[in-house]
Nanobody, 126 residues
Framework: QVQLQQSGPGLVKPSQTLSLTCTVSGGSITTNVYFWSWIRQPPGKGREWMGAMSYSGNTYTYYNSSFKSRTSISRDTTKNQFTLQLSSVTPEDTAVYYC????????????????WGPGTQVTVSS
């Protein structure tokens, strides 16, 4: 059984960098069958794909251009985890953040995701 466990702060100050980690158990993040995404849902809004990581001999990362290069995803294969960093946060980055495992060709096709983390409520406030 695959499980995704999230860790990271629930409160971040404006202009700081948000860092969230997703630790995967029951499956390897280096499999070339799946990709691993970060997705968020701001209050009162729909889900928003932020970025993803895949592996096919090398690690590949993909980002939603709407974040204007503020997003970075990295991995630690020794811990089977991947990390999201979102820089220069503002109150508009307040959202529930999810990590998830997907398969297919569309990052924002939510039916492509079969396992999700529990979500982390992140509030950006001074």
């Amino acid at each position: 059984q695959v499980q995704l466990q999230q860790s990271g702060p629930g409160l971040v100050k404006p202009s700081q960098t948000l860092s969230l980690t997703c630790t995967v158990s029951g499956g390897s993040i280096t499999t070339n069958v799946y990709f691993w995404s970060w997705i968020r849902q701001p209050p009162g809004k729909g889900r928003e794909w932020m970025g993803a990581m895949s592996y096919s001999g090398n690690t590949y990362t993909y980002y939603n251009s709407s974040f204007k290069s503020r997003t970075s995803i990295s991995r630690d294969t020794t811990k089977n985890q991947f990390t999201l960093q979102l820089s220069s946060v503002t109150p508009e980055d307040t959202a529930v953040y999810y990590c998830a495992r997907g398969r297919g060709s569309r990052w924002d096709d939510w039916s492509a995701y079969d396992y999700w983390g529990p979500g982390t409520q992140v509030t950006v406030s001074s």
